[in-house]
């Protein structure tokens, strides 16, 4: 049955919700970029005071940052929101790429490889669509694909996968890279609109049987995952479908170390869509940078009405 066949949830459940995957996706990535590139073992090393656990957002970390400060996880997600405002509600290929590349212009503090290769072409070309490579299976396309999971929530099969496809190919054209993206965005559609536990459980299980790669149910503790998209996501299904709560989830996830700030914000999104803004630990949203919550929280409501479960 087409999504947009479900009922709808109600407008302010919806809402915390989607204020909450927002939020999450920003906090995850302000907490975990705290000890990305950390294993396990240095983490509980280096947070011996605090039991061994990193959970409080603090800065600090390989990239020196303030504390509440994002990195390109969330900023990345922000350009492509309001590269999707600005188009009127549409997924443009050529406005996401400007948008990215603007970003990339005003000096970020940090930047993908691959990210970065394929926004040169861009401006080298003028074409906002990475040429197809089985290198580019990163996580850099999933990281930021919240505003394209809220303005398609209702929306059919064909819709979600062009919308995804027109912002991620700007930089990763990889169909293990696109399997991943889609089923994350099914998750956050199911957590949205209120559908069950189990029901993300089978999207995230079906993946796993459509490519091995995603192997997460019955692996071993994905520690350490690295920016490759399926280690990324086999972590992060790990983290949350083995915890009870959006806290839980979190300090599971960054705790893992790797690329902890991705895993983190990804992990966010989905923990936040699921568990509500009302979840999310006030200490947490208190540290963020003030001016990135408000931008989350304003392009979380204005995605949603340019979605078919906005109130009509």
């Keep these: 049955m087409p999504t947009a066949l479900r009922p709808k949830p109600e407008a ?4 915390k919700r989607a204020r909450g995957a927002y939020l999450g996706l920003a906090i995850g990535d302000a907490l975990g970029a705290t000890v990305e590139f950390l294993t396990p ?40 929101g309001e590269a999707i405002l600005t188009s009127g509600g549409k997924v443009d290929a050529l406005a996401c790429a400007h948008a990215f590349d603007n970003w990339m212009r005003s000096k970020p503090i940090d930047i993908g490889n691959t ?22 299976a990163g996580n850099g396309a999933i990281m930021r694909l919240l505003p394209v999971a809220l303005l398609t929530s209702g929306r059919d099969e064909a819709e979600i996968s062009a919308a995804f496809k027109a912002q991620a190919h700007v930089t990763h054209n990889n169909p293990l890279s696109d399997a991943g993206g889609l089923c994350l965005i099914h998750m956050l559609h199911a957590a949205l609109e209120g559908g069950s536990w189990d029901a993300l459980k089978t999207e995230a299980s079906a993946l796993e049987s459509r490519h091995t790669e995603y192997t997460w149910s019955q692996a071993r503790h ?88 906005a109130p009509r």
């Design 222 to 309: 994905q520690e350490n995952p690295s920016g490759y998209v399926a280690h990324t996501l086999s972590a992060v299904f790990q983290s949350f479908f083995s915890t009870n709560s959006f806290e839980s989830c979190l300090i599971d996830i960054v705790n893992r170390g790797g690329d902890a700030d991705t895993a983190g914000a990804i992990a966010g999104a989905l923990a936040g869509a699921w568990y509500d803004e009302a979840h999310i630990p006030s200490r947490w949203k208190t540290a963020l940078d003030k001016s990135v919550v408000r931008r989350c929280e304003e392009q979380a409501e204005r995605l949603l009405d340019h979605s078919a479960l």
């Design 115 to 136: 990210v970065r290769r394929n926004l040169i072409r861009f401006r080298q070309t003028g074409i906002p669509k990475a040429l197809p490579s089985e290198h580019d």
């Design 41 to 80: 073992r240095e983490i509980r090393h280096n947070f011996a005071r605090q039991g061994g656990v990193h959970k409080e957002i603090t800065g600090g970390g390989w990239l020196h940052l303030k504390p509440g400060q994002i990195t390109d996880d969330t900023a990345m997600s922000l350009a492509l």
């Design 12 to 15: 302010d459940i919806l809402r």
